[in-house]
């Protein structure tokens, strides 16, 4: 992996576009993620959060604009995906349900769903090492034998999130991680997620969400999405305002609160 310089965003898009059987999903889109920094994806649903996502990741081209990977147009997108960890029930569900979950954390050095031996590519005594090194670090250490299957909506994430950092990725993408989790399931992850956004020397975090509340402190910046098109974006404490929040989901913020370094808002008519 070529070392990032310093001032050069780890993903710029200039004037993005992405059109599919004639219909819009992004519009004009110009984005940066910078090493270390925290950002927040929030839009509806339909918003073109997760296409974003795969245009970023070079799953997709987009039909128009620019996009920069480390200062390159062209890159090595084996090499560019493995410098990423993606969080995203869809993973979790891919997961098998009787492995390990220290094995789940190693097969992420593989990019594996699942963890698998190959001829040259057998994990090693020192994978298995790292995998409970970093669960500890991210105060999960007590998940290590655990069967992933028999993990809480949360805990899953929590291990995802280890796994992902296996092969010490540049940025994490979380998408949509609290999808299906109860009010309780997802407090605690949110908490635990706000302890991971803390942690000195990290990678750049990126959160994709349609709801306010789950944007916890550490995400420092926020990008907005509404029908492909960017509806605002910087800090974040200055993107999540009642008129924004009203323009975007279509519906009155009658009030706003903020409590825990969270916004949660009341809606009306």
Same mark, same amino acid.
């Given at each position: 992996?070529?070392?990032?310089?310093?001032?050069?965003?780890?993903?710029?898009?200039?004037?993005?576009?992405?059109?599919?059987?004639?219909?819009?999903?992004?519009?004009?889109?110009?984005?940066?993620?910078?090493?270390?920094?925290?950002?927040?994806?929030?839009?509806?649903?339909?918003?073109?959060?997760?296409?974003?996502?795969?245009?970023?990741?070079?799953?997709?081209?987009?039909?128009?604009?620019?996009?920069?990977?480390?200062?390159?147009?062209?890159?090595?997108?084996?090499?560019?995906?493995?410098?990423?960890?993606?969080?995203?029930?869809?993973?979790?569900? &891919?997961?098998?349900?009787?492995?390990?979950? $220290? !094995?789940?954390? =190693?097969? %992420?050095?593989?990019?594996? @769903?699942? #963890?698998?031996?190959?001829?040259?590519?057998?994990?090693?005594?020192?994978?298995?090492?790292?995998?409970?090194?970093?669960?500890?670090?991210?105060?999960?250490?007590?998940?290590?034998?655990?069967?992933?299957?028999?993990?809480?909506?949360?805990?899953?994430?929590?291990?995802?999130?280890?796994?992902?950092?296996?092969?010490?990725?540049?940025?994490?993408?979380?998408?949509?991680?609290?999808?299906?989790?109860?009010?309780?399931?997802?407090?605690?992850?949110?908490?635990?997620?706000?302890?991971?956004?803390?942690?000195?020397?990290?990678? &750049?975090?990126?959160?994709?969400?349609?709801? $306010? !509340?789950?944007? =916890?402190? %550490?995400?420092?910046?926020? @990008?907005? #999405?509404?029908?492909?098109?960017?509806?605002?974006?910087?800090?974040?404490?200055?993107?999540?305002?009642?008129?924004?929040?009203?323009?975007?989901?279509?519906?009155?913020?009658?009030?706003?609160?903020?409590?825990?370094?969270?916004?949660?808002?009341?809606?009306?008519?």
């Amino acid at each position: 992996m070529s070392t990032q310089h310093p001032g050069v965003p780890l993903f710029q898009l200039e004037n993005v576009a992405v059109e599919r059987g004639g219909q819009p999903i992004l519009v004009d889109v110009c984005f940066e993620l910078f090493a270390g920094k925290h950002w927040a994806v929030l839009g509806p649903n339909g918003s073109g959060k997760t296409t974003l996502l795969k245009v970023m990741c070079g799953d997709i081209w987009p039909t128009a604009g620019v996009v920069r990977r480390r200062g390159e147009e062209l890159v090595d997108l084996r090499e560019l995906r493995q410098s990423i960890g993606r969080v995203s029930p869809e993973i979790a569900a &891919a997961i098998p349900a009787l492995e390990p979950v $220290v !094995e789940t954390v =190693v097969s %992420g050095k593989f990019a594996q @769903l699942g #963890l698998h031996a190959y001829t040259g590519r057998e994990p090693a005594a020192e994978d298995f090492e790292k995998a409970h090194l970093i669960l500890s670090q991210l105060g999960c250490d007590g998940l290590a034998e655990k069967r992933f299957g028999t993990l809480s909506q949360g805990e899953r994430q929590q291990v995802l999130v280890a796994r992902s950092r296996m092969a010490s990725p540049l940025v994490i993408i979380l998408d949509e991680p609290c999808v299906g989790m109860d009010p309780g399931v997802r407090e605690r992850f949110l908490a635990w997620l706000t302890s991971i956004a803390a942690m000195p020397n990290g990678p &750049a975090l990126m959160l994709v969400t349609h709801h $306010v !509340e789950e944007i =916890v402190p %550490g995400f420092e910046s926020t @990008l907005v #999405l509404k029908e492909g098109r960017v509806l605002g974006q910087g800090p974040t404490h200055e993107m999540l305002t009642p008129e924004l929040l009203s323009s975007l989901y279509a519906a009155r913020v009658v009030r706003l609160e903020k409590s825990g370094g969270r916004l949660w808002p009341t809606w009306g008519l």
